[in-house]
């Protein structure tokens, strides 16, 4: 069943048909011949977050279409994939990308990458997703803006990046990718300091196992840095298994194995599965007065929404904030989206449509140019030093690809698993 939301994309897309978006290539990458220039969209469009992945989706068509799918005598074609794997799907019959997350998003790289008229890639949204597709796009020189992917060892060295990191993502030395939201480093600082303000003293740590463990380095970076808040790390587990049924006692064993640690608050580095819910629900069972952090990477419905009496004493942080903090450019957006699309947008189509008017202002910086790789790279970089003036505010994009933005928006969870906006942080 299609969606009304996605009913509305196919709308905005028929309008952009109309723009001219569509064409042909005649030379590749020669910019004097090219008559069309691709840009790729990979997000996770189906599975319980894919309504706001829909969004950015949706927000990436706005901007094409606020610039009449030309840049110049340019045709701007938007080609959105689908890079969800539906883990219900097991018939050995059905092709690999259907049952594989990987091979969907690793295909979706090849797609972008084998196309000579492909310029960009907007994507991917988590960090493991973007760890497959970006080696990829890197060696065909693709400029690559995610809206997501907070992941620090993709920009800078730190140690809490794994090894090899971020070398591993520019094997000639270029950088092709920039992301829009603050990288796990800065959202570690945020999570620290609004456990400061909240009293915390005592910590205890968990990082689960997931492979590659992009999503569980926040766990050591807010290690790190709790010392200089005040704030003890009294219990420090890696290796936490997320992935056993969600029944399994091994998470009543594994809070209970806490609890003598006294911490009065616990966080997770983690994925958004069933098992991090039952974990979550454990710690709340064995620590009932202990509060208990969750970071941006579990801001997912697919995890809050399953919380049960835990989601009373659960803190979020993202760098998602309240729509009334961004600033009037947004709320014009906001505003087109529901006049033409017949949705309220959240504030995931901000994510896109600034992505593509990112993409789009370098498009127009390269001029007859724009067609060559090395040159957009070059031009994307130079506009990020100078600053972009967004739908999320101005902001610069530095030559390692982090974004200035650097706010972040705490939350409690509501009965429902919605995020309840609590207090500003940074």
């Not at 594989?100 to 960090?127: E, F, K, N, R, V």
């Not at 990288?183 to 300091?193: K, N, T």
């Not at 998602?320 to 989206?337: G, H, N, T």
């Amino acid at each position: 069943m299609i969606s009304g939301r996605a009913l509305s994309c196919v709308a905005l897309a028929a309008l952009l048909a109309g723009c001219g978006t569509s064409g042909t290539v005649q030379g590749g990458n020669d910019a004097f011949t090219a008559t069309t220039l691709t840009v790729y969209s990979d997000l996770p469009l189906l599975g319980p977050d894919g309504a706001r992945m829909s969004e950015i989706v949706g927000g990436e068509m706005l901007a094409l279409y606020d610039h009449g799918g030309h840049v110049g005598r340019l045709h701007i074609s938007l080609q959105s994939l689908n890079d969800y794997a539906d883990p219900s799907v097991s018939d050995p019959l059905l092709p690999d990308p259907l049952r594989s997350p990987s091979l969907q998003i690793g295909q979706s790289a090849h797609t972008a990458s084998s196309d000579l008229s492909t310029a960009a890639y907007i994507g991917d949204y988590d960090s493991d997703a973007t760890w497959i597709s970006l080696t990829l796009n890197n060696q065909n020189e693709i400029l690559q803006v995610s809206p997501g992917s907070s992941y620090v060892g993709f920009t800078d060295a730190n140690p809490a990046d794994l090894a090899g990191d971020p070398g591993a993502f520019d094997p000639y030395g270029r950088r092709s990718f920039a992301r829009l939201v603050p990288s796990d480093a800065l959202e570690a600082r945020a999570i620290v300091s609004w456990m400061r303000g909240l009293g915390v003293k005592r910590l205890g740590l968990l990082a689960d196992n997931s492979n590659p463990a992009y999503d569980t380095v926040i766990a050591k970076l807010v290690a790190a840095d709790a010392p200089a808040a005040g704030i003890t790390v009294v219990a420090n587990r890696a290796g936490v298994d997320t992935t056993a049924p969600a029944g399994a006692g091994a998470y009543a064993k594994l809070a209970g194995s806490l609890a003598p640690a006294a911490p009065d608050a616990v966080l997770l580095g983690g994925v958004p599965n069933a098992g991090a819910q039952a974990l979550w629900r454990a710690l709340h069972t064995a620590m009932p007065r202990a509060k208990l952090f969750a970071p941006s990477t579990l801001a997912a419905p697919s995890f809050l929404s399953g919380l049960g009496a835990a989601a009373r004493v659960t803190y979020v942080t993202s760098p998602i904030l309240a729509p009334s903090q961004y600033p009037p450019a947004a709320q014009r957006v906001f505003a087109e989206y529901r006049r033409l699309l017949g949705a309220a947008p959240s504030v995931y189509a901000l994510y896109g449509y600034d992505a593509m008017n990112d993409i789009l202002a370098a498009i127009r910086r390269a001029g007859r140019q724009a067609a060559n790789r090395t040159v957009l790279l070059r031009s994307f970089f130079a506009l990020g030093r100078s600053g972009f003036h967004g739908v999320l505010g101005n902001y610069t994009i530095n030559a390692n690809g982090d974004t200035s933005l650097a706010r972040f928006d705490g939350y409690r969870v509501g009965s429902a698993g919605q995020l309840v906006p609590a207090r500003p942080i940074g």
